[in-house]
């Protein structure tokens, strides 16, 4: 394998993952090399301060005596690593649509597959390194000398994310070559993005709710989650005939997995990957005519048709709720009491808010509906129809959209965490309150940010910070509504007066609501009176 022309293919592929800050270091005058160094300390930056987010809260935990907390980080970040493969693949491989200009270009079918792959475990890696720091703390701990806990850790790492890669791969290609597949391409593949978040949503919540805590110690343990028990055996007693068995359980894993890609899938890839892509291209010509009457019919109808910008829902789904969602879950241990008593509606409809500030982020649908015009918007603003109207339609269609995806998100922690019908109303309530005040924030951003000649969507996304400024916003954010909610449930545990508690909280509430609405009344929707 030349590697030279693997560096070449990962440097492409490297200033195509974050087109934004490809652009705005050539601004600065940064090319080739230079370029190529800044975008790879960027990826570095923001992988040290997501291990940093995560390795702060594990290094107070001794995994060597609480099995059930190492299963439980272990199914975490695999269940992140499953769905956020499947989505790269997908992005890299299809939506691309990029393999036909490397037809005519001295580039060997491996190589390219090769560097499409490692640009997919390069977006990965940041979301599933914290397993390294799991995997090390438990070998330290259960007695293993510092460097052979590091190496055994690193290899260990490096053998999971490899069958996940594996895993991922065979189900994507494996449904890529089917007829449905062909005729229906969003369609499938919209399905598959949403049942892969599904089920690595579902399954966290189902994992976050073992209620079975045993005490190890000072310490309570979770429920150990019985399939990720081998790999806990590697590092708790590395030597032991448990042990030998976990590793040779992962080889066999590599070898099937790569003969299966090796043999039936990397072969025939390229003719797989142009005949999906003219497909593609084919149905893109095909446009159905419908016709609605009345001018509200007709803006829903086109705020329909941007939705079907390629990866966008799936890019929404991911980064304003799954990605929240993960944080929220992996950092709560708290299980909520039966019965609680009627004065904690005020909480459960501040903790509504706090989760609306959370989920509606840079990366919702409202946050970027403006800028999804490109340059019609311009041409819209020389239509004679009033530009308050077409806006104010616009920003109810995104957050129509977002409060769905809150409120089902919100129901669904109800009856996973159990907390009955009247608290659950009061989280749903404040969770619609929150999401309309973080959308107007959101929707007036867009306005002031808004990009016209974008050419993926990843570039409205990292507008005003990027990836490091949005997990940055969510960790401010968990830590503000960590503070208030303790800080009101304090209050009404420890004073008689919880009614008169709630009327302050509720006062509170609606002058800060009152004052946000007065100001993006005033310096939003009254510029376009």
């Not at 996940?164 to 449905?180: G, P």
């Not at 030998?244 to 070898?255: E, M, Y």
């Not at 104010?392 to 996973?416: A, D, E, T």
């Not at 951003?445 to 005003?464: A, I, K, M, Q, S």
Request: glycine share 6%.
């Amino acid at each position: 394998m030349n590697k030279r022309q693997l560096g070449a293919l990962l440097a492409v592929n490297l200033r195509l993952v974050n087109p934004q800050a490809t652009d705005r270091y050539r601004k600065k005058g940064k090319n080739g090399t230079e370029l190529t160094n800044k975008l790879k300390l960027q990826f570095l930056t923001n992988t040290f301060i997501f291990l940093a987010i995560y390795g702060f809260t594990m290094f107070s935990i001794d995994f060597s005596k609480m099995p059930g907390m190492f299963t439980f980080y272990v199914g975490l970040f695999v269940l992140l690593g499953i769905s956020q493969s499947i989505s790269g693949l997908y992005n890299v491989f299809f939506a691309g649509k990029d393999i036909n200009s490397y037809l005519p270009l001295p580039f060997r079918q491996n190589e390219i597959f090769l560097s499409k792959v490692l640009i997919v475990a390069f977006n990965v890696f940041p979301f599933t390194l914290p397993l390294l720091i799991a995997f090390f703390l438990t070998g330290w701990h259960s007695g293993i000398m510092i460097p052979v806990s590091l190496i055994m850790s690193l290899v260990v790492y490096l053998f999971i994310m490899t069958i996940i890669f594996m895993f991922c791969a065979l189900v994507v290609f494996s449904l890529t070559k089917t007829k449905v597949f062909r005729e229906h391409q969003n369609l499938v593949m919209n399905g598959l993005m949403g049942i892969s978040m599904v089920i690595a949503i579902g399954g966290i919540m189902l994992m976050n709710n073992s209620n079975n805590y045993t005490a190890t110690g000072a310490r309570y343990d979770r429920s150990v989650i019985s399939i990720f028990m081998p790999i806990f055996q590697i590092f708790n007693v590395p030597v032991s005939v448990n042990s030998g068995i976990s590793w040779l359980g992962l080889l066999v894993l590599l070898a099937v997995f790569g003969g299966i890609l090796k043999y039936l899938i990397v072969p025939q890839l390229s003719e797989q990957l142009t005949t999906v892509n003219s497909a593609s291209l084919n149905r893109s010509n095909q446009r159905k005519a419908v016709k609605r009457q009345g001018l509200n019919a007709n803006l829903d109808s086109y705020n329909w048709q941007l939705l079907k910008e390629p990866n966008l829902l799936l890019q929404v789904v991911m980064n304003s709720i799954m990605i929240p969602v993960i944080f929220i879950i992996s950092f709560s241990f708290a299980k909520l009491p039966s019965n609680l008593p009627l004065k904690w509606i005020g909480v459960f409809f501040v903790g509504g808010i706090a989760f609306s500030s959370f989920t509606t982020n840079q990366s919702a649908l409202v946050s970027n509906l403006i800028s999804l015009d490109r340059a019609n918007f311009e041409f819209v603003r020389s239509l004679p129809i009033s530009m308050k109207q077409y806006l104010h339609r616009k920003f109810l269609f995104g957050y129509l959209m977002q409060i769905i995806l809150n409120v089902v998100i919100v129901i669904i922690m109800s009856v996973v965490l159990k907390a009955g019908l009247v608290m659950a109303l009061a989280l749903i309530c404040g969770s619609a309150w929150g999401t309309y005040l973080m959308s107007l924030h959101y929707f007036s951003r867009d306005y002031r940010l808004r990009l016209t000649n974008w050419t993926n969507v990843t570039e409205l996304f990292n507008r005003g910070g990027g990836n490091l400024g949005m997990v940055a916003t969510m960790f401010a954010s968990v830590f503000i509504s960590v503070i208030i909610v303790v800080a009101y449930s304090m209050l009404l545990i420890n004073t008689p007066w919880a009614a008169m508690i709630n009327i302050i909280a509720l006062a509170v509430i609606l002058v800060v609501s009152w004052l946000l609405l007065r100001h993006y009344r005033v310096k939003f929707w009254s510029q376009f009176d």
